[in-house]
């Protein structure tokens, strides 16, 4: 219990007002990845061992730059084993997650640890992004090893249109490493890029962005 407690440390630190429940299926999520990760490996053996910092925090970057409205929808395009879906549907339990993964085997996994965390705001599709017709969502997020371009592509017909009630256009989010310039520059996108190492001070977060790219 205390191990899972230091390890939570991690995200209470940058992160407060969690709820019991909230803070319950944090700490659920390494007992159900290291179950499932044995089955189906999703995540390398190496990173379990630095989940929460490498995976769960990395994700929550985004909760820490946007504020989402209940109600909201977001799509996690090639969610792998659920990031960084599964935490944001943790964070915002009244904002619906789209998982979406080509890979069968992933999905399973992106199924199973919802259930295991009793997630209601949770949906799981094994689909091509661009196989998804006729729905909208307000938010394209990404971890997905795709260049900026390829991102945008895949995203911009699921994104809905502006509109003068939202408090920020729509758009695609998505977390990359490195140096980014030309791949910003061959994408023809002019993105908002924030440094991670400002919103978390550990040297984990060096050399890795957030970037927004809004449908306009």
């Known amino acids: 219990m205390e191990k899972a407690q230091e ?46 910092e490498k995976h769960v925090l990395h994700s929550l970057s985004i909760a820490a730059a946007f504020e989402w409205a209940p109600g909201t929808e977001v799509v996690d395009l090639g969610t792998g084993g659920g990031f960084p879906g599964i935490p944001l549907a ?14 069968g085997k992933k999905i399973k996994v992106v199924q199973a640890v919802s259930e295991g965390l009793g997630l209601t705001n949770v949906t799981a599709q094994h689909s091509r992004i661009e196989d998804i017709k006729n729905r ?26 502006p509109s003068a009630t939202q408090h920020r256009n ?3 989010i998505c977390l990359k490493g490195g140096d980014l310039a030309a791949e910003i520059s061959e994408s023809g996108c002019k993105p908002t890029v924030l ?21 306009t």
């Open 136 to 161: 909208k969502f307000d938010f394209v997020v990404s971890r997905a090893v795709a260049p900026l371009q390829h991102l945008w592509q895949w995203s911009r017909p699921l994104l809905k249109k």
């Open 170 to 172: 729509p758009g695609l």
């Open 7 to 52: 390890k939570l440390a991690l995200i209470t630190k940058y992160f407060g007002d969690f709820t019991p429940a909230q803070l319950e299926q944090f700490a659920a999520l390494e007992p159900l990845y290291t179950d499932w990760n044995s089955k189906i490996n999703v995540i390398s053996r190496k990173d379990m061992e630095s989940l929460y």
């Open 90 to 103: 943790i964070f915002y339990p009244e904002v619906r997650f789209h998982l979406v993964d080509s890979i």
């Open 195 to 215: 440094e991670m190492y400002e919103i978390f001070r550990e040297a984990y977060f060096k050399e890795k962005y957030l970037l927004f790219v809004p449908n």
